[in-house]
């Protein structure tokens, strides 16, 4: 079984599998949409016993959430509305449920990858280490 431990560090997202509408069923403006999708980021994983700290840097910016595995926080999207969302380690992938989306991370090889699915829509982020 593979710890959470391996998620840390710099990722840089090579391939994202229907960003758009994944972006538009989330209710982001269209401005954001077209400004995201030619972005792939690099994302900066921390963690320190139970808490994370999950970066996602772009030209549009920088956002940073911090979160505790089972507990409920807070987090921002790029136009700055915010949505509730609990992480659990579960079989060494992190699976994140908000109201609109749920969300799991883990390791295929020497990948990471992100399946969110947001009612019938199903977006995939892969990422290799930077």
């Given at each position: 079984m593979t710890s959470s431990m391996d998620f840390c560090g710099t990722w840089k997202v090579y391939s994202e599998e229907n960003l758009e509408g994944f972006l538009k069923v989330m209710?982001?403006?269209?401005?954001?949409?077209k400004m995201r999708k030619d972005v792939k980021?690099?994302?900066v994983i921390e963690r320190k016993g139970s808490d994370f700290t999950y970066t996602m840097?772009?030209?549009l910016g920088t956002r940073v959430h911090s979160f505790r595995l089972g507990k409920e926080s807070e987090m921002t999207v790029a136009d700055g509305r915010k949505f509730k969302c609990t992480v659990r380690e579960e079989n060494g992938k992190l699976i994140a449920e908000a109201e609109k989306f749920t969300a799991v991370r883990e390791l295929q090889g020497g990948d990471m990858v992100e399946t969110i699915t947001a009612g019938d829509v199903t977006f995939i982020c892969r990422s290799k280490r930077a």
């Open positions: 209710g982001a403006p269209e401005m954001i949409i980021p690099v994302l840097k772009t030209p």
